[in-house]
């Protein structure tokens, strides 16, 4: 039987993917595990490999659409296979935390390409159509009050998509019949809405379509101001120390294929204070605050038109500044191509931005959720600074400063935990030696 090519579910609330390229076209043959389209999820772009050898008999999912978790992307058997509609099948969950499962080299467990066989099933009946929604679409019927009676199927089987919704509300029957209004008491405990202002009509311009990528960015970024009240403060470092010791360095690095960056030096301050300040390095939950043991440090990279990405680099603590500086050479080069795995942008404790690269000084960075603390660096620039010796004498100096902004979740860090965080990665970088 013909083999369905199932959106795999990348991770928790991840819960549709786009198609960006298919590199088989319909007749191609391929082989098992053979690399057969590409799809992006979390801004990264992966290969998604055949879970069974065959030809590609349908394409579902065209360059550039988008597929809910679980849906078909694409069938994969013989030549003159049949190829008629079947019921949807359930995501594949991917459990990155079991080491048991194998691996493929594009960083999808084995079991995410589970062989699923086409049934000659009819699709569901219309009272049935609540039993095969997608979490994300249970949550857009909710939030405008919508039972799923009301809106007809364009997915596999008659599944109702994200895209099926949009356009109902974009064009609603006269006399729609809503779901059930929810109680009081449970409107009470419902996070408020954001209104998103309409397409204007009365003056000229330009739409552009948002993107998956830009709404599920839209939606964490709104879920983090929501979530966590911020405090902002900002310290000036001197980077007279690190200068020296990058310029001693930076030649003996490059021998080994290492490139310096200002960057590593920033991961490495932030990777040893983190570990001296473990309620930085945490995540704020109902029952306390759980503190990590791992320095896993995100670092935002500019990708031009397709915007930030934050790769993450794991277990910063147990690097040295080459090790580090290795690193976030080889992610920011594979996040700029679209070449880093799902596991490659979770599991960060702490994030870095440099804004400092458009020529910004200091900015208010929002913190990634789940995490405590976001750190912004400005621009380097050369300022006129005093300068207190040993024996308390004040002189005038030009050093090259920068503003540290760093953002921080009131809930679990005071005032005081903050302040002394980033005065130790001032220090850290003051006294730069090694």
Not at 10 to 32: I, M, P, Q, S, Y
Not at 94 to 121: D, H, L, N, R, Y
Not at 200 to 229: E, F, K, W
Not at 287 to 293: A, I, K, L, P, Q
Request: aromatic share 4%; proline share 6%; hydrophobic share 40%.
């Amino acid at each position: 039987m013909a083999t369905k090519l199932i959106a795999p579910r990348t991770g928790e609330g991840v819960e549709e993917l786009t198609v960006t390229h298919w590199l088989k076209e319909v007749g191609d043959t391929v082989e098992e595990m053979e690399s057969i389209l590409e799809i992006e999820t979390d801004k990264v772009i992966t290969e998604f490999p055949s879970p069974v050898a065959g030809t590609l008999l349908r394409i579902d999912v065209p360059a550039g659409e988008v597929v809910i978790v679980g849906e078909s992307m694409g069938l994969v058997g013989e030549p003159g296979e049949s190829l008629e509609e079947d019921t949807p099948s359930e995501p594949v969950e991917v459990k990155q935390s079991e080491p048991a499962q194998e691996q493929s080299t594009e960083g999808f467990p084995a079991a995410s390409m589970e062989a699923v066989a086409v049934e000659s099933e009819k699709p569901s009946k219309t009272g049935e159509k609540a039993a095969f929604l997608s979490p994300l679409v249970r949550k857009m019927l909710d939030e405008h009050n919508l039972s799923p009676d009301l809106i007809t199927g364009t997915g596999q089987g008659g599944r109702i998509t994200k895209q099926d919704v949009e356009a109902y509300l974009a064009s609603p029957p006269k006399e729609a019949q809503k779901a059930p209004e929810p109680m009081a008491e449970e409107k009470a405990k419902a996070t408020p809405a954001v209104k998103a202002a309409p397409v204007p009509t009365d003056l000229p311009g330009q739409l552009i379509p948002h993107t998956s990528t830009t709404r599920q960015i839209a939606a964490h970024m709104v879920d983090s101001v929501l979530t966590s009240p911020r405090v902002l403060t900002v310290m000036e470092v001197d980077m007279t120390r690190v200068l020296t010791h990058r310029k001693t360095n930076k030649p003996k690095y490059a021998e080994d294929g290492v490139n310096l960056t200002i960057t590593a030096y920033f991961v490495a301050a932030l990777a040893k204070a983190l570990g001296d300040h473990k309620i930085v390095n945490a995540t704020w939950t109902d029952e306390g605050v759980f503190t990590y043991t791992d320095v896993n440090i995100g670092m935002a990279v500019a990708r031009g038109k397709d915007g930030l990405i934050v790769p993450v680099l794991k277990q910063a603590q147990n690097l040295s500044l080459k090790g580090i500086a290795s690193q976030v050479n080889d992610l920011a080069n594979r996040a700029r191509n679209k070449r880093l795995r799902p596991d490659e942008v979770r599991g960060g404790t702490f994030t870095l931005t440099n804004h400092g690269t458009a020529g910004s000084l200091f900015a208010m960075p929002i913190i990634n959720q789940p995490q405590l603390g976001i750190l912004g660096t400005g621009a380097m620039q050369k300022r006129a600074v005093v300068i207190t010796d040993e024996k308390g004498n004040d002189s005038i100096a030009i050093r090259p400063m920068v503003y540290l902004s760093y953002v921080f979740d009131h809930r679990a860090v005071d005032g005081e935990a903050g302040d002394n965080f980033l005065m130790e990665v001032k220090k850290i970088l003051e006294n730069w030696s090694e």
